[in-house]
């Protein structure tokens, strides 16, 4: 099904945006409809990443979008974010690639990296030709990565890790890692090779969520790094949680589109079908879910507009992005789930794209910070006491 483009912009926030932007957008957007819909169904359905779409992605600049030199495109964080959107319209799996490759691997090494590995890693990241995941999360602390067991203890010049990555995407296709991992200091950040000795990674198999994404576990035993794989500005849990969140600023955007599909799809849906004596769209209690659906999609877009500006200003904050995060993401899945309602029993099959959406937003809502998380850290921020460390 094609998705109109500017089908919904209630508030004109078009004119808000620049020429370039505009056209950033359009181009994302024909490369989803015309590359990524026609196989994601199949991708979904068989548990498979679409690999082939890596190389187009990479030479329409998606890759490291927003970082400037290096082979990345220098976008502004609006344009970066109107990508995210787009590619979310396809599926959220294809937006987690993209979010991982650019905002949190290539960002860890734009931002904590030596001179010498931005230009070893970042011209080949920003071309598709390398893949890199974030392996931050453990089977034991996700909401809470300042408990980490992973280890890196010294080793005459150089590092030895151990530990467990779990949920890492992109793990079993990414050329590095970037492990987080404790030392005497505190927590700094490792970039492992494919292939390093003692270092295996392995696919979740059996998720109802993502499924066109690749998800994994990451083993370090006995891992034996010299001290130029060390990230030498990465001190301190504020590293990763820098990359976390350049992640969720461009999650936030995609939010949107993945409840635009969905909102799209039902609104049609309603109009055609036709149950008593007229269309869906025509009782009330339709009209109601469908109204909400769109005003809460819309003030999605302001939230992440301004977002944008003010982080393009370098005023946007931390909690500026928890707040957008929370908000369009648990919206969104409200918008799913609306519109899985609306479809009847034909909201729970493939020929429709409002089930896989919807399963997707379960995974969105929950990493880069759960919803409850975020709750946590805006709770925080007006009042000034934290209810978590
Ligand atoms: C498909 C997928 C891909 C992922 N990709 C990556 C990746 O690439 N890299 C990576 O490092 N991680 C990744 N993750 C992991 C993700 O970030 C974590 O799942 C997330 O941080 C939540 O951690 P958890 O699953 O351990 O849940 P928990 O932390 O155990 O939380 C469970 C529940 O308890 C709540 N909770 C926790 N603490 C509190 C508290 N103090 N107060 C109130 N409620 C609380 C949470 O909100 C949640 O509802 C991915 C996860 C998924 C599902």
Known sequence: ????????????????????????????????????????????????????????????????????????????NVAYGLIMQELEAGDSGLRSFASVQSALSMYAIYAFGSEQQKQRYLPEMACGKLIGCFGLTEPDHGSDPGGMETRARRDGRGWILNGTKRWITNGTIANVAIVWAKVDEGVTGFLVDKGTPGFSAHDIKGKFSMRASITSELVLEDVHLDDSARLPEARGLKAPLACLTQARYGIAWGAIGAARTCYRCALEYAKSRKQFSR???????????????????????????????????????????????????SEALDVARAARDILGANGIVNEYPVIRHMLNLE??????????IHTLILGRDITGQSAFE
């Open 279 to 329: 269309p869906l769209a025509g009782y009330q209690l339709v009209q109601n879910k469908l109204v909400r659906m769109m005003t809460e999609i819309t003030k999605a877009q302001m939230v992440c507009l301004r977002l944008g500006r003010l982080k393009d200003e370098g005023r946007a904050r931390p909690e500026h992005v928890s707040f957008a995060k929370r908000n369009n993401v």
């Open 1 to 76: 099904m094609s998705i109109l483009l500017n089908d919904l912009d209630f508030f004109a926030l078009d004119d808000l945006l620049s020429s370039e932007e505009k056209m950033t957008r359009e181009t994302v957007k024909q490369f989803v409809d015309r590359e990524v819909l026609p196989g994601i169904e199949g991708h979904f359905a068989r548990e498979t990443f679409a690999s082939e779409l890596v190389p187009r992605m990479a030479e329409l600049g998606m890759f490291g979008a927003n970082l400037k030199g290096y082979g990345c495109a220098g976008m502004n």
């Open 363 to 372: 995974t969105v809502n929950t990493y880069e910070g759960t919803y409850d």
